[in-house]
């Protein structure tokens, strides 16, 4: 008798326990019935990539100067490697309020809450890095901001990126007379193919997986990446040329769910909002010294030769009026107006 009632003791202490344990492990984006923990703030974050992608390590600083701003306890899983999905999954799951609190999101998986968010990645949208980084630090953004809070419940809290897309061409393409006809594969949003043709090239949507096979059997000349891809995929091998159009510099939204974000103490609000800009600022400065490292590697290596595109001013005349004709299709004429008078 004396056993068993110490035996039904020790199980009452261990189910005490994991009570406490799960009491504690609930998430602001997923409460218990009693709400989030008063002891602990569990947020979940996501990431398609390893440890040391710049996106991860972005995260990682966003988790970093939340924990110096909040002065109470908070803890960030993050999970990497797709193990939670993709991009557009984390977009939303975050809308849901449920999974993932915090990750970094293309633009073009807003585009069903708002038609404006594809316009951050136009081609020929920044004239330099110099004019990305302005409009970065400005409220240029903003109507799209508002609008994805709005109807997303996604708030944007900050804005990573920096990859620079250039040309990868089996041979060399400096001006205008040398990019005509040239057969390109774009990417599948429409702007992409209408940009590409008015500055004169001909442009083809191929999956990204055929790139590397299409260019080999000569189904196209060249293809449009940034150099991660271009390191990734080896490109380098059939397209050794690397004409510098810079027709493109990404921009990656850092999101945060705005149904996780309402139940937060409002210090910890102010913390995330601050640690947000910051950290879109950190990943915006440390990808684009990856980006240019790694394109100084292969041309080290002699795996690539780049080129300067000398007539890049005409490129930018001949993209204009469709950017300004998108930009009325999708309502963000406004946006465009504040980028271009950024000086």
């Avoid at 585009?111 to 949208?125: K, R, T």
């Avoid at 299709?329 to 504040?338: D, F, M, T, W």
Wanted: charged share 25%.
């Amino acid at each position: 008798m004396k056993q068993t009632a110490y035996m039904a003791v020790l199980l009452l202490a261990a189910v005490g326990i994991v009570a406490v344990v799960m009491r504690q492990s609930d998430k602001p984006g997923e409460p218990g019935a009693d709400g989030p923990s008063k002891n602990v703030i569990i947020l979940n974050g996501a990431t398609q990539f390893a440890e040391d992608h710049a996106f991860t390590r972005t995260l990682r600083k966003f988790e970093e100067l939340v924990t110096q701003y909040y002065d109470k306890p908070v803890v960030f899983e993050l999970y990497l490697n797709s193990e939670l999905g993709l991009e557009k999954d984390y977009f939303a799951y975050m809308s849901r309020g449920s999974s993932v609190d915090y990750g970094i999101v293309s633009p073009s998986h807003m585009s069903n809450f708002s038609p404006a968010a594809p316009l951050m990645d136009m081609p020929f949208l920044f004239r330099d890095l110099d004019h990305w980084n302005r409009v970065l630090e400005s409220d240029a953004f903003q109507p799209i901001a508002d609008e994805v809070s709005e109807k997303a419940d996604v708030l944007i809290i900050g804005y990573a990126g920096g990859g620079v897309r250039n040309l990868i061409v089996k041979k060399p393409i400096t001006n205008m007379q040398e990019l005509k006809g040239l057969s390109i594969r774009v990417m599948g949003a429409p702007i992409q193919t209408r940009i590409f043709q008015a500055i004169g090239a001909s442009p083809t949507v191929i999956a990204y997986s055929e790139v590397y096979s299409a260019i080999q059997n000569g189904v196209i000349d060249a293809a449009e990446n940034e150099a991660a891809g271009l390191q990734q995929m080896k490109f380098y091998e059939v397209g050794p040329e690397i004409s510098q159009t810079q027709h493109a510099i990404t921009v990656r939204p850092l999101c945060f769910s705005g149904k996780t974000f309402r139940k937060l103490p409002e210090d910890l609000q102010d913390a995330i909002k601050k640690a947000g800009r910051e950290a879109g600022a950190f990943g915006r400065d440390l990808e684009s010294k990856e980006d240019a490292a790694i394109l100084a590697k292969l041309e080290a290596e002699n795996r690539v030769q780049t080129h300067r595109f000398t007539q890049r001013d005409e490129l930018l005349r001949l993209a204009e009026p469709v950017k300004a004709a998108y930009a009325r299709e999708i309502q963000a004429e406004e946006v465009l107006s504040r980028i271009n008078a950024l000086q």
